[in-house]
């Protein structure tokens, strides 16, 4: 990247401590605390429980006004950790399904009298500035589950090539009758537990949440004396465009972003210390990615510790790429690596370091997460300290 992009700030609402502090966030990780419970559907009445990480917002919040108020809550988060002039600040937000239980709540109730343009994917942007004094540049970003990652990646973009000094950039999504039934359908939920990469991984769950990183030019930050996290290394995204929603068993896609992100991150080779991976706990993603990592660092992939904190938090969707991004920053500031949790019997296909079901102590000085989405959508971010 041409201009160096650095970290100033972090938020997130996650169903661990929810609405609590990084801290809290980080800690329940670190312990394996698994965050899949039953739950009932959230609006519609579909006789059935699902396996999820939901988030329990409070009887004081309509189901509908969900999505705007944890992104709300995770990017004031952000704004106060970073202590930015939100004048000056653009948002850059990746989400998959928007505030669809607005359209949910609309097509139960048609006298509602709901405004159909609150359901668009770009009115969420709109309306978290407008709340927020935000005054910078507004983008919104939907490639699938890659959709975090990418607006993050795409936010550092314009920093590094001087199109702004300030973004804050994340991802949010809540759970939703219409995804429920839709990833029931592919047969993609599991109905026992999340178990990337273990032989007997059976599928994933749905969760929700949302996270966003306060990204600054490196000059603007200094300039100012913010506390620097860490540093946007590297981003690439690639479309393989190989099928509506099966992986590519051979991982071209994710790897070409990958290379290209190793690539970005400067002239001399950079030591990936650790891997955040897409790790939803299906059975061809997590092959695929262990395809992908071996490919990428030949004999070195057996060295570098891989885990999956969907196995706790569960896949929630265009937050998901940016609370693992957060889960990287994290990793670097603690030396410890969090754990894949359920895993119980390796797989032969699956023979790398996924840090089974307890967090460890690790030199990290520079971390990727990968994501892969429907249709293709596959992105790679690399980060590191603040020096």
């Known amino acids: 990247m041409k201009k160096p992009v650095v970290v100033t700030g972090m938020g997130l609402v996650t169903p661990l401590s929810p609405f609590g502090a990084i801290g809290d966030f980080w800690d329940d990780i670190c312990l394996g605390t698994d965050a899949v419970r039953k739950k009932s559907s959230p609006m519609l009445d579909m006789g059935r ?7 329990d917002a ?7 006004e969900k999505f705007i108020y944890i992104s709300d809550c995770a990017i004031r988060m952000a704004i106060s950790d970073a202590k930015i002039d939100v004048r000056q600040a653009g948002l850059s937000l990746g ?26 994917l770009s009115y969420p942007v709109s309306q978290l500035s407008e709340k927020l004094g935000l005054g910078g540049l507004k983008i919104t970003v939907s490639t699938a589950c890659a959709s975090g990652t990418d607006a993050i990646g795409v936010a550092a973009r314009k920093i590094a090539a001087g199109k702004a000094e300030v973004m804050i950039a994340g991802g949010a999504d809540v759970l ?3 995804a429920l039934a839709g990833f029931k359908s592919l ?15 059976s599928g994933l769950a749905l969760g929700e949440g949302a996270a966003f990183v306060v990204l600054e030019s490196g000059e603007h930050a200094t300039r100012r004396g913010a506390q620097i996290y860490g540093r946007v290394l590297g981003y690439s995204s690639r479309l393989d465009a190989h099928h ?33 991976a897409h790790g939803t706990g299906t059975v061809y993603n997590d092959l695929m990615e262990t395809v ?13 510790p891989v885990s ?27 030396k410890t690596v969090p754990p894949t949790i359920n895993y119980e019997e390796a797989d032969p296909q699956c023979d790398l370091d996924y840090v089974p079901n307890r967090s460890r102590k690790h030199d990290v000085r520079h971390a990727m997460s990968l994501s892969a989405g429907f249709g293709g959508q596959n992105s790679a971010i690399i980060v590191g300290g603040a020096r």
């Open 176 to 178: 939703s009758d219409f």
């Open 95 to 120: 989400t998959v399904l928007g505030n669809i239980l607005s359209k949910q709540k609309r097509m139960k109730d048609k006298k509602s009298g709901l405004n159909k343009s609150r359901e668009s």
């Open 244 to 276: 509506l929603t099966a992986p590519r068993r051979d991982g071209r896609g994710l790897a070409d972003a990958a290379v290209q992100a190793l690539a970005q991150a400067g002239p001399d080779p950079v030591d990936i210390d650790y891997i955040n």
């Open 49 to 55: 429980e699902w396996l999820t990480a939901y988030i």
């Open 187 to 201: 047969q993609a939920l599991t109905e026992t537990k999340v178990r990337p990469f273990d032989k007997n991984r």
């Open 58 to 64: 409070g009887p004081h919040v309509h189901l509908e």
């Open 308 to 334: 999956s904190t969907k196995s706790m938090i569960g896949h929630s969707f265009g937050a998901a790429g940016a609370i693992e991004t957060i889960c990287c920053l994290l990793s670097i500031i603690h």
């Open 292 to 304: 992908v990592i071996k490919q990428i660092f030949g004999d070195a992939a057996y060295n570098i």
